[in-house]
């Protein structure tokens, strides 16, 4: 009886240190600014502006969305000695709604990131990825290149305006 008893504790103790912290740490899901550099997995990402447009190239054939347009310039580079894809990316709002990437009719994007980014190694994917949402606050979903890890870039509400050079008029003498 005690052999068995022994034998059952031992079965149980086992059993309990198996269950244990074993499972590889869940990646935390952080969020960063405009500007920061953001490494996931083998892929470098760096947000650095935005602009809403309120329609794509010159009329007659201009471009009207149904909210606004709204670019994002960035890149994204390839840090391993592999091509990889980069992951197509997605807007969310404070409510949880999502904003995927346009593909279609992109041609009127100035320096268009394109939709499939087949990126060699070492090099990189810049320029604007497209998208058609409300104004307001938003964070960027990224990912890394098997879309196992994920972040966020807070891209906050702003809408600039350039002021034009004015001339200086001449002065009287």
């Known amino acids: 009886m005690r052999h068995y008893l022994r034998f059952l504790i031992l079965l149980i103790s086992l059993g309990l240190i198996s269950c244990g912290d074993s499972d590889e740490k869940a990646f935390p899901v952080r969020t960063y600014n405009m500007g920061e550099r953001i490494t996931l997995g083998h ?28 670019l994002i310039r960035m890149s994204a580079v390839n840090a391993t000695s592999k091509e990889i894809m980069v992951p197509n990316f997605t807007l969310e709002d404070d409510k949880g709604g ?21 990126v060699k190694p070492a090099e990189s994917a810049q320029g ?21 890890h994920t972040a966020y870039v807070d891209i906050p509400l702003s809408f600039t305006s350039e002021s034009p050079d004015v001339p200086q008029a001449p002065s009287k003498k």
């Open 128 to 148: 604007h990825a497209l998208f058609d949402a409300p104004p307001r606050h938003y964070k960027l979903k990224i990912a890394d290149e098997d879309n196992e």
């Open 43 to 70: 892929i470098v990402y760096v947000v650095y502006e935005t602009q809403w447009l309120t329609h794509l190239g010159d009329p007659p054939d201009s471009r009207v969305p149904q909210h606004r347009f709204f």
């Open 98 to 118: 999502t904003f995927p990437e346009i593909t279609d009719d992109t041609k009127a994007v100035p320096q268009y990131i394109g939709y499939l980014r087949r």
